[in-house]
């Protein structure tokens, strides 16, 4: 258990700006092609007019009326021609993530078209706004007078915590405080709703988010009754008797029965009642990562945010025991969670299918914000390691390379004929990436986390001997402008990262004395080596703490070994027993058809497979690309067999290219794998022309 407390400040993604390398790549196409693209999806389905309240209920139209979709809305919540779409509960929040996103970029470059448009959204919801501070599309136009009725299901919560923090984003980037008005009366509102009185609702979300939207507002405005609410939803979070339950009876409704009934309703899970919300009991004893893998991680967040403001030590231990289960236990490789396409939820432990992963975009973006926050509290690199592998790994792979396509699931392997030939065909499960989804959380939320980057990047606090230190999480080509001790400093970052492991580290001041500067030292990276001069150099937990009046010499070349190598899952994830993936810095590889064949599955990695990369500048936007040695068996001598006697197998050799994980299925529809056949032992020896094992050539099985 982590106990110790260290607790440090994002330096804000304001003062931080990508110069050149990889994310400013990737950010440049975020702003381009992909928020203009969410905006045209927005449009076209009818979330941007919903706020205009145009919508009329039909006769006999209400909640569990009509046809549902394979991605679970009613068809009268899609535009069809001339037809006026009914909202749905959550459109709210994604417009809120749009605004979020599209303000960030605009921090970086003004656009008056994109301003206008934001503006004309944030006038609709003014005049959506209630004279009390409600504000909701779908409970003003739907069902009006049903307000926190079904707190639940339906995302008012949810909703109002995107909108909170799509607010704060647009003031920060332009100064404007409309929205940032309108949220703030409705944060004041949802204040006297919920709480502790008799006069007020004893509730908590069906969906966690708003806890760090209240915090967010909280350290922007100062006001502390926000952070006091966000506690709030977390500590009455699964106490008996059960909020979500006393809800349905106040209103006639049956507990049990949500629509599947069991499934959104009250969960069956082997931990108990509500376990799919994380309400099954109180977050404090908790002690598995359990139910929906999106909600649990934005729980997760918002602890680690509640406990870092109001030094709740109990709150933080209880949020390191989750976060210890997840990584330990019920992570991909890929820093995905929730295995488990049912409720889109995490399994039992080691429960980490491939072909069939649910792996979703959105829980690999709540992974990075629980990271970061976690880091926060005490800078230690099991923290960061994980949210750099979520973020480019499973965060990453969610977008295509144009940037116009978006994965919801994210597979470990892929076989598309297997999705093919499904009676229940879901969208959201091809292993091919789509331009939009009815549920459309995923694209939104890449976004937002892609264009805020540079607020991952850096925190800043105190050490133990009171002394002041920066904290370097994330390496990119860039600058950041930092006030240490009141005084500007401008670090400079250079570097090829992620393909290369060289980081130059100019550091600009005036700033006379001592300071630290703490670097992460990935796992992955083996022994670093650092050059620079009149430095007291110390470890701690993963970073490498460089302490120096910068002003006199403020130059460091930090370079962490960089070779591709093969990983192992534990053995308690049995679908992965046998099997080996690759590993280049901080990107995890895959083998697909389009550089190999399909038979990828019959591969072999042996004890000498060598493992070279190489950059390839035309391929994939220009990548570093793994050359690996391997065998497979030879299939002339399965013609006309489907099963045969074990004995002797003949291999033939087979050169393999890998490729990063996240550049997967950018070149149409193909077989794909991570995990490779491993056999330690066994070398590609050559005998009469086959390919056996040297220890016992008379038996390669």
């Known amino acids: 258990m982590d106990e110790r407390w260290q607790k440090s400040l994002p330096v804000s993604w304001k003062n931080v700006r990508f110069t050149g390398g990889f994310w400013k790549k990737r950010q440049e196409i975020n702003e381009q092609v992909t928020l203009p693209a969410e905006y045209e999806q927005c449009k076209s389905s009818g979330r941007v007019d919903s706020v205009k309240c145009i919508y009329k209920p039909r006769e006999n139209s209400g909640p569990g009326q009509g046809v549902f979709t394979i991605d679970g809305v009613l068809e009268e919540n899609l535009a069809h021609g001339e037809t006026v779409p009914r909202p749905h509960h ?37 005049k959506l706004q209630m004279p009390d501070g409600y504000v909701n ?31 704060a984003a647009y003031y920060e980037a332009t100064g404007k405080a409309k929205l940032l008005d309108i949220v703030e009366r409705y944060a004041d509102h949802i204040d006297r709703v919920f709480g502790p009185a008799d006069h007020q609702i004893h509730g908590y979300p069906g969906h966690q988010e708003i806890e760090l939207a209240l915090v967010k507002l909280y350290r922007l405005t100062g006001k502390k009754k926000y952070l006091e ?14 909020f979500f339950e006393e809800e349905a009876r106040q209103q006639g409704r049956d507990p049990e029965d949500g629509g599947p009934k069991g ?20 977050v404090r004893e908790q002690m598995t990562a359990e139910g929906h893998a999106v909600r649990l991680a934005y729980m997760g967040a918002g602890m680690a945010d509640v406990a870092s403001e109001t030094g709740d030590k109990s709150l933080w231990q209880a949020c390191v025991r989750l976060w210890d289960n997840v990584t330990s236990k019920r992570m991909y490789i890929t820093g995905g969670i929730g295995s488990q396409d049912g409720c889109e939820r995490f399994n039992f432990d080691y429960q980490l299918p491939n072909e069939e992963s649910y792996h979703e975009t959105c829980a690999s973006v709540a992974m990075v914000m629980w990271g970061f926050r976690m880091l926060q509290v005490a800078p230690d690199r099991r923290y960061g390691d994980v949210m750099e592998r979520a973020l480019y790994n499973g965060v990453l792979s969610g977008v295509s390379l144009s940037g116009d396509r978006f994965f919801y699931a994210n597979h470990l392997a892929a076989h598309p004929e297997m999705f093919r030939d499904r009676i229940i065909r879901n969208p959201r499960m091809f292993p091919e990436r789509q331009r939009w989804f009815a549920v459309s959380c995923c694209p939104m939320n890449l976004a937002r986390l892609l264009e805020s980057l540079g607020g991952y990047q850096y925190t800043k606090g105190k050490l133990d001997d009171g002394g002041q230190a920066v904290y370097v999480h994330l390496y990119q080509e860039g600058t950041a402008d930092i006030r240490v001790r009141d005084k500007k400093v401008v670090i400079r970052q250079e570097t090829d990262y992620p393909w290369q492991g060289d980081i130059l580290v100019t550091v600009g001041t005036d700033l006379d004395g001592a300071w630290t500067l703490a670097l992460r030292i990935p796992e992955w990276s083996g022994q670093p080596v650092l050059e620079t001069e009149d430095a007291e150099v110390w470890e701690d937990r993963g970073y490498l703490y460089v302490r120096k009046d910068w002003s006199k010499n403020g130059h ?37 058809e389009a550089d190999n064949d399909a038979d990828l599955f019959d591969c072999i990695l042996t004890g000498d497979s060598r493992l070279e990369a190489g950059f390839e500048e035309s391929l994939l936007g220009g990548i570093c690309t793994i050359q690996a040695q391997g065998i497979r068996r030879n299939r002339e001598q399965w013609k006309g067999r489907l099963y045969q006697p074990a004995s002797r197998s003949y291999f033939e050799p087979v050169k393999l290219k890998a490729v990063p994980y996240y550049t997967w299925a950018n ?11 491993h056999i330690p032992g066994m070398d590609h020896g050559k005998v009469d022309g086959k390919y056996e094992d040297k220890a016992d050539r008379g038996n390669v099985n």
């Not at 470059?109 to 919801?125: K, L, S």
Request: glycine share 8%; proline share 6%.
């Open 90 to 126: 959550y459109w709210d929040s994604d417009l809120a993530k749009w605004i979020e996103g599209a303000s960030y970029a605009l921090w970086y470059e003004r656009n008056p078209e994109t301003e206008a448009v934001i503006d004309g959204i944030i006038d609709d919801f003014g």
């Open 137 to 167: 599309t779908y409970y003003t136009v739907v069902e009006p007078g049903k307000r926190w009725t079904n707190v639940h299901r339906m995302h008012e919560l949810y909703c109002a915590g995107h909108l909170i923090e799509a607010a």
């Open 229 to 242: 609410l966000a506690a709030y939803f977390l500590n009455e979070r699964g106490k008996q008797p059960y």
């Open 263 to 282: 499934i959104l309703g009250k969960s069956f899970l082997a931990q108990g009642p509500y376990a799919l919300f994380q309400a099954h009991l109180p």
């Open 556 to 592: 460091l070349h930090l370079s962490l070994p960089m070779q591709p190598v093969l990983m192992e899952a534990h053995p308690g994830v049995r679908m992965d027993c046998g099997k080996a993936a690759i590993q280049y810095g901080p990107l995890v590889y895959c083998v697909e």
């Open 667 to 677: 070149r149409g529809t193909g077989a794909m794998t991570v995990w490779m056949n």
